[in-house]
């Protein structure tokens, strides 16, 4: 079971992502389907590592938060974000379970 929440950015506060486009990829990583605002990230080529990713960045503070790809569920995309640069904020009406 997922955590009823919001995530925001770790850096700068700024709402990232919703727990209701939270899904289990299988990854281990963080995965949702969408950000909680269209315009709340930001995408970026990124051909590090001899690979051909798109990265996701913060679009208030830039920081970087993973990368997404187009294998999610139902043909939607699937943003894989690093943990660490998440702090999720509980619904007030929910109660806290186990991290996310």
């Known amino acids: 079971m997922h955590d009823d929440g919001s995530y925001h950015c770790a850096g700068c506060g700024a709402l990232l992502f919703d727990s ?13 389907t969408a950000p909680a605002v269209a315009d ?11 690979m051909h990713r798109t990265e996701v960045v913060c679009r208030a503070c830039g ?9 999610g569920p139902d043909g939607m995309p ?5 943990s660490a640069s998440l702090d999720l904020k509980h619904r007030a009406d929910s109660p806290a379970t186990t991290p996310g």
């Open 20 to 32: 209701g486009a939270k899904f289990d990829s299988g990854t281990g990583w963080p995965s949702f």
């Open 40 to 50: 709340a990230v930001a995408l970026h080529e990124d051909n590090g590592f001899l």
């Open 63 to 71: 920081g970087h938060l993973g990368h997404v790809f187009p294998d």
């Open 78 to 82: 699937r943003y894989c974000i690093n």
